[in-house]
């Protein structure tokens, strides 16, 4: 028996093992934890057997649990360690660092970050055509331009750099050049934050006091990042004023100014809006496109006719949207909607199904993945590599390491899929029946599965997008009951009752949510909204309206001093006092409102809150 054989006997005889792949199919983890129980067994070893795979089918993991196996679950490698990172943090200390080295990672950033200077991902201009954004290696190849902004943004400055604008302006391939081009000064390092997995502020504040004293400064980028907005108000909160990490954030325009933002994002970054693209951009692109030897023979020979100043004539015309989309339809005399929709009917059935399912949920938000077009199309696992094959330039398993086991599916573009989603699920009922089926079968203990659920309330192609209320309502009572312990859809259920004029359905669902998701800035905005409802109810007093107000004032005030940061506290108390001043005519009420405003916005710097202190003037 070689070293090496008799190592791993001994391994898996005496020890715990977890065992760690794709599927329960898989002939080789079928071998391994065989294996792996039978070298226990022989040995009469302590040690149990954990199977966890990305795959999971419950009729085999019953089978390999009545085999012996202790455990068989649901999961990937990063879950892995991210989990064990949580469970039972490092004792001992880390080996020492040559002098100039880099920090590594905790285990628990590293699974959900990409450590830009490891990457080592292929470029692909074909991608880049038709929708994706760029990735660092077509970057480092030359397969984008540059814009005018990045003349501008020379370096780092201040806590973050906010890049803002629609969907389609090249928000993610700008973030990333300036990624890199900054990144070319000495002893910074440069990451990028896996949006699949959870953010956590608490690590890298801690982790920023060790990249300082190792001498180095860091650039995180965080791409679409509203949805970890409390967290980063959480992490920039926490970093001092000389930070060594600087943050780059993108977001869509509209969910940036809707989120509730810590102060010192107003105060201690840059901030940038991009849309149309300047003659000098539409040039750059032009050339960098004709003069590319992949790029050249995928444009639209109609265009490659026109004279060179007919070029950029007709680049500024197709760019008067204030977006881009994607080169294919830069370059091309037919609309987006007519491409999208001639590419999907060159499809096969069955193939245009995934596509079109994929589409729909990536524009409703949610993280799509194989496992959950498998069980929406019901493909047979066999056939995922064809379906890929066939796909190939609509749907992109997300490129990532091999060993992450995360396998997303997206579109091309956020725009496209949106586009899509309305041709192919223009029907509410079948929009419905989609977001009914994804709620029913997730499984909230896997991460990407509970961002679905979470995000799927918020997206206007989700839950919002349907135009029936009582639908809308009947969904977030379903998404309630499978994450009890989440506020989001508790939020939107009780937002969607107060406004259907429900007072007793919204009381009830709010001395529910209290106890099980706790006290936070909505729910006490809530409180306020409900008093406010209840004050107007038909066959009440004027006195009796005005004990109901002087309730939601004391909610209010009650809500100012338990979340001072929150604009929207402050804009529902001035709700109160205008219901307060059209009852009573009495102006103190309007008079106290005004300097809690004006001092609230001196404060967090919101411009929400001077254009909701102009609306109290107007009275």
């Known amino acids: ?40 067994r022989e040995a009469a070893a302590p040690g149990r057997i954990h199977v966890v795979v990305h795959e999971l089918d419950e009729d085999r993991a019953a089978v390999w649990r009545s085999r012996g196996a202790y455990s068989v679950v649901r ?28 920090p590594p990672l905790p285990p628990r950033l590293a699974a959900a970050t990409i450590d830009v200077a ?7 201009s074909r991608r880049l055509f038709y929708g994706a954004a760029a990735t660092f290696a077509d970057i480092r190849e030359g397969n984008t331009f540059p814009r005018d902004l990045e003349r501008e943004l020379v370096g780092p400055a201040g806590v ?65 990042c509203t949805p970890f907005q409390r967290e980063i108000n959480r992490l920039v ?132 993945h194989r496992q959950m077009v498998l069980r929406l199309c019901t493909v047979p696992t066999s056939e995922i590599a064809e379906e890929l094959r066939i796909l190939e330039g609509l749907v992109e398993e997300a ?27 223009s029907d509410p009922a079948e929009l419905r029946s989609l977001l009914e089926r994804v709620v029913d079968s997730a499984n909230p203990s896997y991460h990407v599965e509970m961002r679905t659920l979470r995000e799927i309330c918020n997206s206007r192609r989700g839950v919002r997008g349907l135009p029936d209320r009582s639908e809308r309502i009947a969904l977030y009572r379903r998404i309630s009951a499978v994450i009890p312990n989440d506020n989001v859809a508790r939020h939107r259920l009780i937002g969607e009752l107060l406004d259907d004029g429900n007072v007793g359905d919204a009381e009830a669902e709010l001395n529910r949510a209290v106890p099980e998701v706790g006290l936070d800035p909505p729910l006490q905005r809530y409180r306020v909204r409900l ?6 109810m038909p066959g009440l007093l004027d006195e009796d309206r005005r004990a109901i107000l002087t309730v939601a004032l004391n909610e209010a005030e009650t809500g100012m001093k338990k979340f001072p940061d929150s604009k929207y506290m402050f804009s529902v108390a001035a709700d109160v006092a205008e219901e307060w001043y059209r009852l009573t005519h009495e102006a103190g009420i309007l008079e106290w409102a005004r300097h809690l405003l004006e001092e ?15 609306r109290l003037w107007r009275l």
């Open 237 to 368: 909160r926490g970093l001092p004023d000389d930070s060594a990490i600087h943050l780059l954030l993108t977001a869509e325009t509209s969910a940036w100014r809707l989120r509730q933002k810590d102060a010192r994002l107003f105060r201690d970054v840059t901030t940038r809006e991009l849309s149309t693209l300047s003659p000098n951009e539409l040039r750059d692109l032009r050339d960098m496109v004709l003069g590319h030897p992949t790029l050249r023979p995928l444009v639209d020979s109609r265009f490659l006719d026109r004279t060179a100043s007919d070029q950029l004539s007709f680049l500024q015309s197709r760019c008067s949207a204030d977006m881009f989309v994607c080169l294919k339809v830069l370059f091309s005399s037919e609309s987006i909607d007519e491409i999208v929709l001639h590419e999907y009917a060159q499809l096969g059935v069955d193939h245009s199904e995934v596509y079109r399912y994929t589409a729909a949920l990536e524009a409703a938000g949610a993280l799509v």
């Open 75 to 102: 999961g990937t490698l990063n879950d892995f360690v991210h989990a064990l990172g949580a469970a039972r943090p490092p004792e001992t200390p880390l080996p020492p660092r040559a002098a100039g080295t880099p």
């Open 531 to 536: 008093a406010i409802a209840r004050s107007r």
């Open 399 to 425: 490129e990532a390491p091999s060993e992450l086991g995360v396998y997303l599916w997206r579109t091309r573009h956020e725009v496209i899929a949106r586009l899509l989603s309305q041709y192919k699920f």
């Open 160 to 224: 973050a750099t906010i890049l803002t604008g629609v969907a389609g302006t090249g928000k993610t391939t700008l973030a990333r050049r300036l990624l890199l081009g900054w990144a070319m000064a000495p002893g910074l390092l440069v990451y990028e934050h896996r949006t699949e997995y959870p953010f956590e502020p608490d690590l890298w504040i801690q982790h920023e006091g060790v990249i300082r004293d190792a001498g180095f400064r860091a650039l995180l980028l965080v791409d679409s």
């Open 1 to 40: 028996m070689s070293s090496d054989l008799q190592l791993r006997t001994l391994e898996l005889a005496g020890n715990t093992v977890c065992i760690i792949g794709y599927s329960l199919r898989d002939p080789h983890i079928q071998v391994l934890v065989r294996e792996a129980l039978r070298l226990q």
């Open 118 to 124: 490891t990457v080592t991902d292929r470029a692909n």
């Open 600 to 614: 609230a916005q001196r404060r967090l710097l919101d411009p929400d809150l001077n254009e909701r202190l102009r």
